[in-house]
């Protein structure tokens, strides 16, 4: 199948925002149609964060809003506030701005690393990445696009795919591997921003697989969006699996819970997220 060149260059890209003042950076939305991904949005300001943050500590936890869509023909402003500056945390407050509104609000905590406690529960067994076909594949059979993809930069394999354009009830519960499509930059800020990006992929078709509604009668958004990172994060070097499920829904909102796992068993991050999932009336 044919793809797009380079769609980490594109990312990249993206990633590396034009610095306005000390505290304000302007972000590129990148090529594409409809409404601008939100992990792109998150992505750009978690690096807006981060780049007015000490070396020595990373990012540990953000909780996001969504509160508009965002579009992919004007650049984003994106506004960073200095809420702390701790012995052992740093707080940021990064606001989205397209188009002279809001689109994204982020509250971001860094920490200084240190030793202590750790446990974590069991990785889920399931067939490995080798043995699932990328999604982006799977997707252009389903919608008829032939031979030509326009795959993203994080390459996705579902374990247990459903057919979009004719979905049976299933359980709340699904697992993908995930890895970038190429080496990455040896920025620790810049695989941290990655993960986020690729965190807000699959999470909505997890809390929609029991209703079974076709892709095309399908109206859905992320509303908020958090992560908790535990340990490093490194992610051109394996595939991590990602293991979602969705405890919840009511009033056309769904919760869905993630964690994200290396090859090893170790946990690396927890996602949590509420989408709005509809009927298109």
């Not at 299933?170 to 990006?197: F, S």
């Not at 908790?228 to 919840?248: F, G, M, N, Q, T």
């Amino acid at each position: 199948m044919e793809t797009r060149p380079d769609p980490i260059g594109d990312l990249l890209h993206c990633l590396a925002l034009e610095p306005l003042d000390r505290d304000l950076f302007l972000g590129d939305p990148g090529p594409g149609q409809g409404r601008l991904f939100g992990g792109m949005v998150a992505a750009q300001c978690v690096m807006a964060a981060g780049r007015t943050v000490e070396d020595d500590r990373s990012l540990h936890s953000l909780h996001g809003y969504f509160l508009r869509p965002g579009s992919h023909d004007v650049p984003l402003r994106l506004v960073v506030h200095r809420i702390r500056d701790g012995k052992s945390f740093t707080t940021r407050r990064v606001v989205a701005h397209q188009n002279g509104e809001a689109i994204f609000n982020l509250a971001a905590s860094f920490a200084v690393p240190e030793p202590g406690i750790e446990h974590q529960d069991e990785m889920p067994k399931v067939r490995a990445p080798e043995d699932c076909e990328d999604w982006e594949h799977l997707r252009a059979k389903l919608f008829g696009h032939g031979d030509v993809i326009m795959p993203s930069a994080v390459e996705v394999r579902m374990v247990e795919p459903l057919d979009l354009m004719k979905p049976e009830p299933a359980i709340a519960v699904q697992h993908a591997w995930m890895r970038a499509r190429a080496a990455l930059p040896e920025d620790p800020l810049i695989h941290t921003a990655i993960l986020v990006y690729a965190t807000d992929r699959t999470l909505l078709g997890t809390a929609a697989r029991p209703h079974a509604i076709p892709w095309r009668e399908r109206m859905a958004a992320s509303l908020d969006h958090s992560v908790w990172i535990h340990r490093p994060v490194k992610l051109s070097d394996e595939w991590i699996l990602y293991a979602c499920e969705s405890p919840a829904a009511f009033a056309a909102r769904g919760l869905i819970f993630g964690g994200l796992y290396r090859p090893n068993g170790e946990r690396i991050a927890s996602v949590a997220q509420e989408a709005l999932i509809r009927r298109r009336r």
